[in-house]
């Protein structure tokens, strides 16, 4: 079989175990909503994706190949893939703060910690309908970016170092229409600052 023709091989991914228990990110975003989003909404983008993959190969392995190769339907389903699985491990059970390096990096692009969480906050309230609100290294800067729907940074180069969903589906179970309060409560208590600091390289 040529490279080109076994490149072609049709890509399956299985759906990713969640980085702790359902109940690990509890008070702030309940087991309920957690084994909703996984076992539910993520399940289905990455069923979605391999139903897609049959009938449109892909050049690539990987899923990232998968999301910057792809277009329309199969780029929403495999983006959206990625971006569960990114957000998973941007969450952590317990109260990170960053690094001093990291904390230097933060100082240096947004004033302080309390600027960017006050960036990162607003630009998630801000975004209007579904999508996500990132910590990217864009140019070697760190920034604060939103995309919206499946879209993903990672399709344009950026470096993305952590995220946060903001789908209805994150939080209307725990705080209905309050995205505000989910997201004091996961960008007080629940970022993984050691997540960001792998994907900075630090
Ligand atoms: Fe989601």
Redesign the pocket.
């Known amino acids: 079989m040529g490279v080109a023709q076994k490149a072609l091989q049709t890509l399956h991914f299985d759906l990713p175990p969640l980085p702790y228990a359902e109940d690990a990110l509890a008070p702030v975003v309940s087991a309920e909503t957690v084994a909703l ?1 996984h076992g539910k ?2 399940r289905k983008y990455v069923d979605t994706m391999n139903q897609l993959l049959q009938k449109e190969p892909v050049r690539g392995a990987t899923l990232e190949d998968v999301v910057r190769a792809s277009r329309g339907k199969l780029f929403s389903n495999a983006a ?1 893939a990625w971006n ?1 699985d990114f ?1 998973w491990h941007s969450l952590s059970p317990k109260k990170t703060r960053p690094s001093a390096a990291l904390s230097r990096r933060i100082d240096a692009d947004f004033g302080s910690y309390e600027r960017f969480t006050d960036e990162l906050a607003g630009a998630a309230t801000d975004l209007f309908g579904s999508g996500w609100a990132w910590l990217v290294e864009d140019g070697g800067k760190l920034a604060v970016a939103t995309t919206s729907n499946a879209d993903t940074p990672m399709a344009y180069g950026k470096r993305c170092l952590l995220t946060i ?1 903001v ?1 209805e ?2 939080y209307y179970v725990d705080y209905r229409n309050q995205r505000e309060r989910y997201l004091s409560g996961v960008i007080g208590e629940r970022l993984n600052w050691e997540f960001a600091e792998l994907n900075l390289g630090l």
């Open positions: 989003h909404h993520q959206q569960h957000y969903d789908w589906h994150a």
